[in-house]
Protein backbone atom coordinates (compact mmCIF):
# COMPACT_ATOMS: atom_id res chain seq x y z
CA UNK A 1 0.00 0.00 0.00
CA UNK A 2 2.58 2.08 1.01
CA UNK A 3 4.50 2.46 -2.74
CA UNK A 4 1.39 1.88 -5.01
CA UNK A 5 0.13 4.85 -6.45
CA UNK A 6 -3.46 5.58 -5.87
CA UNK A 7 -6.31 5.06 -8.87
CA UNK A 8 -9.74 6.76 -7.99
CA UNK A 9 -12.94 5.74 -10.56
CA UNK A 10 -16.69 6.59 -10.22
CA UNK A 11 -19.38 8.32 -12.91
CA UNK A 12 -18.67 11.74 -14.26
CA UNK A 13 -19.12 14.24 -11.72
CA UNK A 14 -18.88 12.19 -8.36
CA UNK A 15 -15.91 14.10 -7.35
CA UNK A 16 -12.75 12.08 -8.64
CA UNK A 17 -10.85 15.08 -9.01
CA UNK A 18 -11.71 16.98 -5.93
CA UNK A 19 -11.68 14.79 -3.67
CA UNK A 20 -8.72 13.06 -5.37
CA UNK A 21 -6.38 16.41 -4.74
CA UNK A 22 -7.79 16.25 -1.32
CA UNK A 23 -6.52 12.81 -0.94
CA UNK A 24 -3.32 13.66 -2.40
CA UNK A 25 -2.66 17.18 0.12
CA UNK A 26 -3.47 14.65 2.78
CA UNK A 27 -0.81 11.72 1.97
CA UNK A 28 1.99 14.20 0.79
CA UNK A 29 1.44 12.38 -2.81
CA UNK A 30 1.25 14.04 -6.40
CA UNK A 31 -2.13 14.23 -8.18
CA UNK A 32 -2.34 13.61 -11.50
CA UNK A 33 -6.06 14.28 -12.75
CA UNK A 34 -5.94 11.91 -16.35
CA UNK A 35 -9.10 14.61 -18.16
CA UNK A 36 -6.71 17.72 -17.60
CA UNK A 37 -3.61 15.89 -18.95
CA UNK A 38 -5.15 14.86 -22.14
CA UNK A 39 -6.34 18.04 -22.34
CA UNK A 40 -2.90 19.34 -21.90
CA UNK A 41 -1.78 16.88 -24.71
CA UNK A 42 -4.20 18.38 -27.15
CA UNK A 43 -4.24 21.94 -26.08
CA UNK A 44 -8.06 22.23 -26.76
CA UNK A 45 -11.00 21.25 -24.01
CA UNK A 46 -12.05 17.77 -23.71
CA UNK A 47 -16.03 18.96 -25.60
CA UNK A 48 -13.28 19.72 -28.37
CA UNK A 49 -11.51 16.77 -28.80
CA UNK A 50 -14.84 14.81 -29.10
CA UNK A 51 -15.69 17.51 -31.36
CA UNK A 52 -12.52 17.53 -33.66
CA UNK A 53 -10.98 14.27 -33.49
CA UNK A 54 -13.51 11.92 -31.70
CA UNK A 55 -13.51 9.56 -29.05
CA UNK A 56 -11.89 7.14 -30.02
CA UNK A 57 -8.76 9.68 -30.40
CA UNK A 58 -9.57 10.86 -27.15
CA UNK A 59 -9.62 7.22 -25.55
CA UNK A 60 -6.48 6.32 -27.48
CA UNK A 61 -4.39 9.50 -25.31
CA UNK A 62 -6.50 8.21 -22.34
CA UNK A 63 -5.14 4.92 -22.54
CA UNK A 64 -1.61 5.99 -23.09
CA UNK A 65 -1.69 8.12 -20.45
CA UNK A 66 -3.12 6.14 -17.65
CA UNK A 67 -0.18 3.68 -18.93
CA UNK A 68 2.31 6.15 -18.88
CA UNK A 69 1.07 7.23 -14.95
CA UNK A 70 0.00 3.85 -13.12
CA UNK A 71 3.60 2.04 -13.99
CA UNK A 72 4.61 5.17 -11.35
CA UNK A 73 4.94 4.87 -7.41
CA UNK A 74 3.02 7.08 -4.94
CA UNK A 75 0.66 8.95 -6.86
CA UNK A 76 -2.49 9.97 -6.77
CA UNK A 77 -4.63 9.59 -9.70
CA UNK A 78 -8.10 10.68 -11.03
CA UNK A 79 -9.31 8.60 -14.40
CA UNK A 80 -12.22 9.99 -16.25
CA UNK A 81 -15.79 7.90 -15.59
CA UNK A 82 -15.17 5.90 -19.29
CA UNK A 83 -11.72 4.82 -18.72
CA UNK A 84 -12.48 1.70 -17.34
CA UNK A 85 -14.55 0.65 -20.52
CA UNK A 86 -11.32 0.24 -21.82
CA UNK A 87 -10.25 -3.43 -20.54
CA UNK A 88 -6.99 -2.88 -20.78
CA UNK A 89 -7.08 0.37 -18.98
CA UNK A 90 -8.62 -2.00 -16.02
CA UNK A 91 -6.43 -4.40 -15.89
CA UNK A 92 -3.32 -1.89 -15.61
CA UNK A 93 -4.76 -0.06 -13.02
CA UNK A 94 -5.98 -2.74 -10.93
CA UNK A 95 -2.74 -5.07 -11.05
CA UNK A 96 -0.35 -1.83 -10.86
CA UNK A 97 -2.49 0.39 -8.21
CA UNK A 98 -4.87 0.75 -5.45
CA UNK A 99 -7.96 1.34 -7.26
CA UNK A 100 -10.80 3.27 -5.63
CA UNK A 101 -14.49 3.79 -6.62
CA UNK A 102 -15.97 6.78 -5.60
CA UNK A 103 -20.09 5.25 -5.31
CA UNK A 104 -22.66 7.66 -5.58
CA UNK A 105 -26.82 7.27 -5.61
CA UNK A 106 -28.55 8.53 -8.85
CA UNK A 107 -30.86 10.59 -6.73
CA UNK A 108 -27.70 12.39 -5.34
CA UNK A 109 -25.99 12.88 -8.52
CA UNK A 110 -29.19 13.60 -10.45
CA UNK A 111 -28.96 17.19 -8.26
CA UNK A 112 -25.55 17.83 -9.96
CA UNK A 113 -26.24 17.82 -13.31
CA UNK A 114 -26.81 21.40 -13.47
CA UNK A 115 -22.82 21.87 -13.37
CA UNK A 116 -21.69 19.20 -15.35
CA UNK A 117 -23.26 19.09 -18.64
CA UNK A 118 -20.72 22.16 -20.30
CA UNK A 119 -17.72 20.21 -20.14
CA UNK A 120 -19.21 16.58 -20.50
CA UNK A 121 -19.49 15.78 -24.23
CA UNK A 122 -21.04 12.03 -22.82
CA UNK A 123 -23.77 13.89 -21.12
CA UNK A 124 -24.59 16.64 -23.87
CA UNK A 125 -27.81 16.18 -25.79
CA UNK A 126 -28.99 13.55 -23.62
CA UNK A 127 -32.33 13.66 -21.60
CA UNK A 128 -32.34 12.92 -17.98
CA UNK A 129 -33.79 9.56 -18.45
CA UNK A 130 -30.95 9.06 -21.13
CA UNK A 131 -28.39 10.47 -18.36
CA UNK A 132 -29.51 7.76 -16.17
CA UNK A 133 -29.62 4.56 -18.45
CA UNK A 134 -25.89 5.44 -18.66
CA UNK A 135 -25.29 5.86 -15.30
CA UNK A 136 -26.99 2.44 -14.77
CA UNK A 137 -25.01 1.10 -17.52
CA UNK A 138 -21.66 2.26 -16.63
CA UNK A 139 -22.05 0.39 -12.86
CA UNK A 140 -20.86 -2.71 -14.06
CA UNK A 141 -17.29 -1.38 -15.19
CA UNK A 142 -16.20 0.00 -11.76
CA UNK A 143 -17.57 -3.80 -10.08
CA UNK A 144 -13.81 -4.51 -9.77
CA UNK A 145 -12.09 -2.30 -7.30
CA UNK A 146 -10.08 -2.99 -3.88
CA UNK A 147 -12.07 0.21 -2.11
CA UNK A 148 -15.15 1.24 -2.14
CA UNK A 149 -16.82 4.44 -0.94
CA UNK A 150 -19.52 5.95 -0.88
CA UNK A 151 -19.66 9.45 -1.18
CA UNK A 152 -23.36 10.48 -0.74
CA UNK A 153 -23.71 13.43 2.30
CA UNK A 154 -19.92 13.48 2.22
CA UNK A 155 -18.00 17.01 1.58
CA UNK A 156 -14.78 16.80 0.32
CA UNK A 157 -13.14 16.46 3.06
CA UNK A 158 -15.47 14.13 4.81
CA UNK A 159 -15.27 11.71 1.61
CA UNK A 160 -11.07 12.39 1.57
CA UNK A 161 -10.66 10.76 5.02
CA UNK A 162 -13.39 8.02 4.25
CA UNK A 163 -10.70 7.13 1.36
CA UNK A 164 -7.89 6.98 3.56
CA UNK A 165 -9.42 5.00 6.30
CA UNK A 166 -10.60 2.60 4.20
CA UNK A 167 -7.12 2.10 2.22
CA UNK A 168 -5.47 1.84 5.49
CA UNK A 169 -7.51 -1.50 6.24
CA UNK A 170 -6.50 -2.71 2.31
C1 LIG B 1 -16.15 10.67 -19.65
C2 LIG B 1 -15.86 11.21 -18.42
C3 LIG B 1 -15.08 12.44 -18.25
C4 LIG B 1 -14.10 12.63 -19.40
C5 LIG B 1 -14.82 12.55 -20.70
C6 LIG B 1 -15.57 11.23 -20.91
C7 LIG B 1 -17.04 9.49 -19.73
O1 LIG B 1 -14.37 12.41 -17.02
O2 LIG B 1 -13.09 11.66 -19.33
O3 LIG B 1 -15.73 13.63 -20.76
O4 LIG B 1 -17.26 8.97 -20.84
O5 LIG B 1 -17.54 9.05 -18.67
P1 LIG B 1 -15.05 12.65 -15.56
O6 LIG B 1 -15.52 11.32 -15.08
O7 LIG B 1 -13.92 13.18 -14.77
O8 LIG B 1 -16.15 13.62 -15.73
Known amino acids: MEQKSIVLIGFMGVGKTTI ?9 RNFIDID ?18 GQETFRRKEKELIKKYTQQKQLV ?3 GGGAFLQEEVK ?4 SNCIVVFLDISWDTWKERIGFLTR ?22 IYKNHHVKV ?20 V
Open 20 to 28: GREVADKLN
Open 36 to 53: SEIEKAFDIPTTEIFQTY
Open 77 to 79: ISV
Open 91 to 94: QLCL
Open 119 to 140: TRPNLQGKSLGEIKELFNERQP
Open 150 to 169: NTDHLNVDEAAYKVINELGA
